[in-house]
């Protein structure tokens, strides 16, 4: 197999859409700014919503399914929610179409307009607290938790798969509360489910934080963020969790009798994941050889080749083969023997190289007689052989210490990418020229992030919940600082 993949030091950007379309994770469809995801890159979507669909239950929520259509009123009723959305929002006017009578083809019926215009959803906020008005009346009913599964649309111009298209998958949760304290804690909660995920399954580190007034959620009172370093040094959002306030309870009048028989608004949060995060997936970890995949992820974990000349070997492998696939199999452990004779091992490396598979097995007549198995890791290209009596203690190790580096090798690169700056002068320099994390003192207004903006195009991925609290003065206005926030440049 030929060199396929832009180099990723030569062109980022083409070299992570080579990858993305190469490796079959998705393709552009036929509607502007949307995407097909293929079976190999919904598979390992599906994986990730299988185990962040086990964190959200075993946290106490449960799965809903609410309309994809919102009628187009329902956004206006919270003021901040629909002058956020509003650009990005595709709208049904009609719902019926006709020939033309000129025979121009198929056109718009315009006896079917609809009474009210309905809009695809960007996000269900406006829908759900509709419904939960109906849903919620005591304090019994609280807290209500709950979680969808959906497509949404943002009209996007400028799109790129997986990261920003006009139509994408994800969840969405949507909860109610008694008391604000509980839907703080709610909202921090679902904040760290979505760390947990990203450290210990996507082998992905993140710093957890604050957005700014500017950056946070239409309609909420505070979001929170888990923000992700990218091997080009951008930063990619790759969760959000929002506490709502009484906003959209307001806005909908959602009531609930409280324990003294007091009337009151209830307490929201929403949260979310999405698609994005298969993007965080490529470009955090892979190389020029194609996807770099956590084996907690990967569909396919371990895939053995047999190496041969003669079709009698085959045999003698493929029995071979057979016991190690039933044996790994029975650990639990994802295993495909490809002994397609349409394709000599060479491709078929090259081939499970560019999809990421963690831990390649290759098996001759040589290691048949030797009562080995050559082993190839993903992450690191090292070959090795072993004895085939120990591969399933041997695989299971191995994809154990495969997750584990590749976790330990974007931490590494994100800490040696993370920079302090003092003065807006070196700031300056560092966003220009050493692309990553910069740490540095805000006055907290919006003003001056909004300079910061406008002559760096680096943002404030968020106010760090963790670490240091290292008082300090702003780099632009000399102003009192609390603490250092994270800039970076972003997708």
């Not at 968020?462 to 009192?480: H, N």
Request: aromatic share 10%.
């Amino acid at each position: 197999m030929a060199k396929i993949l832009t180099s990723k030091n030569e062109n980022y950007s083409q070299w992570y859409n080579d990858l993305v379309i190469k490796a079959d994770l998705a393709e552009n469809s036929s509607v502007r700014g949307c995407m097909v995801i293929k079976p190999y890159g919904y598979a390992i979507w599906e994986k990730m919503q299988s185990v962040l669909d086990k964190m959200f239950k075993d946290t106490g929520h449960s799965n809903a399914y609410f309309p994809l259509f919102i009628p187009k009123s329902f956004l206006s009723r919270e003021a901040d929610h629909v002058e956020g959305f509003a650009k990005e929002c595709a709208v049904v006017t009609h719902y019926r179409l006709k020939n033309s009578p000129d025979g121009r083809g198929i056109v718009v019926d315009e006896t079917a307009k609809l009474e009210e215009e309905l809009v695809i959803r960007p996000t269900s906020e406006t829908i759900i607290w509709n419904t939960y008005k109906n849903w919620i009346q005591s304090y019994r009913d609280l807290p209500l938790l709950i979680n969808q599964w959906a497509n949404v649309v943002r009209w996007e111009m400028r799109t790129r798969l997986f990261l920003r298209t006009a139509e994408f998958l994800w969840q969405e949760g949507h909860t109610a509360h008694a008391t604000k304290e509980e839907a703080i804690e709610e909202t921090l909660k679902m904040l760290d489910v979505y760390s947990v995920f990203a450290r210990d399954w996507m082998a992905m580190p993140v710093i957890k934080g604050t957005k700014t007034e500017t950056e946070r959620f239409a309609g909420a009172v505070d979001t929170y963020s888990i923000e992700a370093l990218m091997q080009d040094g951008k930063a990619l959002q790759s969760g959000t969790s929002h506490f709502l306030g009484q906003n959209f309870a307001k806005a909908f009048d959602v009531k609930f009798l409280d324990k003294q028989g007091k009337l009151e608004y209830v307490w929201a949060t929403s949260w979310g994941v999405s698609t994005r995060l298969m993007g965080a997936l490529v470009m955090a970890h892979s190389d020029d050889s194609g996807l770099v995949l956590p084996p907690k992820l990967a569909p396919l974990q371990v895939v053995i080749i047999p190496i041969y000349k003669k079709r009698e070997e085959l045999e003698v492998i493929a029995t071979r083969a057979g016991d190690i696939r039933q044996q790994l199999s029975a650990a639990g452990i994802t295993v495909k023997f490809d002994d397609r004779d349409t394709y000599k091992p060479g491709w078929k490396f090259n081939e499970y190289e560019l999809k990421g598979v963690p831990v390649r097995l290759a098996l001759g007549p040589r290691d048949i007689e030797n009562g080995t198995v050559e082993v190839v890791r993903r992450d690191t290209l090292e070959k090795r052989s072993f004895p085939a009596g120990n591969i399933v203690e041997t695989v299971k190790n191995l994809l154990d210490e495969i997750q584990d580096n590749i976790y330990r090798k974007a931490f590494d690169f994100r800490e040696k990418n993370t920079t302090r700056a003092n003065s807006y002068q070196e700031f300056r320099d560092l966003i220009e020229n050493n692309p990553g994390f910069v740490l540095a003192h805000w006055d907290g207004t919006s003003e001056t992030e909004e300079k910061i903006t406008a002559d760096t195009r680096a943002t404030i991925r968020c106010i760090p919940l963790d670490g240091e609290k290292e008082k300090g003065k702003c780099m632009v206005t000399g102003k009192p600082s609390a603490q250092r926030v994270v800039f970076a440049k972003a997708y």
